[in-house]
């Protein structure tokens, strides 16, 4: 129970004792006039009752009131919750459409890759045929000057005869 409350009830039980302990002057009946005709009535009575009324009567609007702000939170968990749906169902998009960014890059960079390795393996390959090709022309160039060398050789010495 809340201070509120407890202040009401503690209100509520002092004027129940203060009309108990009073009752014979809440019951004593007085003229009283209603505006159109004059009446004998306990004021005491009527006063209680009165209270009672107006208090039922605040009770009853707090009961609308907090029915009121019960249907109103529900709605608002129900907004919540589709708001929150609808943002999960974004952020999923969000981290599909990322998905699909880095799949494509992935790709791309893959292909510059296989690209930059085909264009590497062609020009080892052509370095390897010019190695090839300045092997051959040096080894026949080498041969050329070992064919001259045995040229010269062969007029200078002669031949010994078999």
Request: proline share 2%; aromatic share 6%; net charge neutral.
């Amino acid at each position: 129970m809340n201070l509120r409350a407890l202040a009401v009830a503690l209100v509520l039980a002092a004027l129940a004792l203060f009309a108990a302990m009073n009752w014979v002057a809440f019951t004593t009946p007085t003229a009283l006039t209603l505006g159109f005709a004059e009446v004998q009535a306990p004021l005491g009575v009527i006063m209680l009752i009165v209270t009672a009324l107006v208090s039922g009567l605040f009770l009853v609007y707090i009961v609308f009131q907090q029915a009121g702000v019960i249907l109103e939170a529900r709605r608002y968990a129900k907004d919540l919750k589709a708001q929150r749906e609808l943002a999960d169902k974004a952020e999923a998009s969000r981290f599909t459409e990322l998905r699909a960014f880095l799949d494509g890059e992935l790709r791309r960079i893959e292909a510059q890759s296989a690209a930059a390795s085909r264009e590497a393996v062609a020009r080892v390959e052509q370095a390897e045929r010019q190695l090839q090709d300045k092997l051959a022309e040096a080894t026949r160039t080498l041969s050329a000057y070992v064919g001259e060398i045995e040229d010269k050789l062969d007029r200078l010495l002669p031949r010994p005869s078999a």
